[in-house]
């Protein structure tokens, strides 16, 4: 079974600041990552995803992640934080022989002007 | 705008009444799966659909609980004898195979009172 742990599960950044989410996985076999965006009274928006192409992914609104192997991580980061990005953020789960993904519990994120 | 609709968005009910729940995705969304989320959680899986075929269910998935998709278009969500446990929002998500892409309705949020 796979699942994800996102550290933290409030995150602070004044804007303009870089962005930092946090998370890292568990999976027997090659994983496929993605990161969620919820906003307030939203559904969720798939703002990236990993499948086993470039470790570094780019997505939407200027967020980027890196899938590490090695740290068995998937870190979700933006160089300068817009009001716009508070908002909670899930990461997910799945491989390529699985039909179940599995979302961390979330990290909301706050812009402070 | 995911293009995936739910109806109704909310719903109260008292408990031991019978619920159901609907998704519409759009026509390419040949996988449809179900969620539950309940505050301060990530989306939880339920169920999944490719088509009309219901091909995997969580075991946390309790006997009250059944899903449909007849034609391989909508879904329905039914939730049988609800008890206060059952209060979360209910999400669907459609996708169109090998993308990984999941979309997100905006949910129903159930109350049982």
């Known amino acids: 079974a796979q699942s994800v742990t996102q550290l933290g599960s409030h995150v602070s950044v004044s804007e303009g600041a870089l962005v930092l989410l946090r998370c890292n996985y568990s999976?027997?076999?090659?994983?496929?990552l993605f990161w969620y965006v919820q906003y307030p009274n939203q559904g969720l928006q798939l703002l990236l995803k990993?499948?086993?192409?470039?470790?570094l992914v780019k997505g939407i609104n200027g967020f980027e992640a890196e899938f590490k192997k090695s740290e068995t991580s998937f870190h979700l980061t933006k160089p300068s934080a817009h009001m716009s990005d508070a908002a909670e953020y899930f990461c997910?789960?799945?491989?390529?022989?699985?039909?179940?993904?599995?979302f961390g519990t979330g990290t909301s994120l706050t812009v402070i002007p | 705008d995911t293009g995936v609709s739910q109806n109704p968005r909310h719903k109260i009910t008292k408990r031991g009444q019978n619920v159901t729940f609907r998704c519409d995705p759009i026509?390419?969304?040949?996988?449809l799966y179900w969620y539950r989320q309940t505050l301060g959680q990530g989306p939880e899986f339920l169920t999944y659909?490719?088509?009309?075929?219901?091909?995997?269910k969580s075991r946390l998935l309790s006997d009250r609980f059944s899903a449909e998709r007849p034609k391989g278009s909508f879904s329905t969500l039914e939730i049988q004898r609800t008890e206060q446990g059952d209060s979360a929002m209910y999400l669907c998500?459609?996708?169109?195979?090998?993308?990984?892409?999941?979309?997100f309705g905006p949910g129903t949020r159930l109350t049982v009172t």
């Open positions: 999976s027997s076999v090659p994983p496929y």
């Open positions: 990993y499948t086993s192409a470039a470790t």
């Open positions: 659909f490719q088509n009309e075929a219901q091909l995997e």
């Open positions: 998500a459609g996708e169109t195979s090998g993308s990984y892409e999941q979309y």
């Open positions: 026509s390419e969304h040949n996988r």
């Open positions: 997910a789960v799945t491989v390529n022989t699985g039909n179940q993904f599995y």
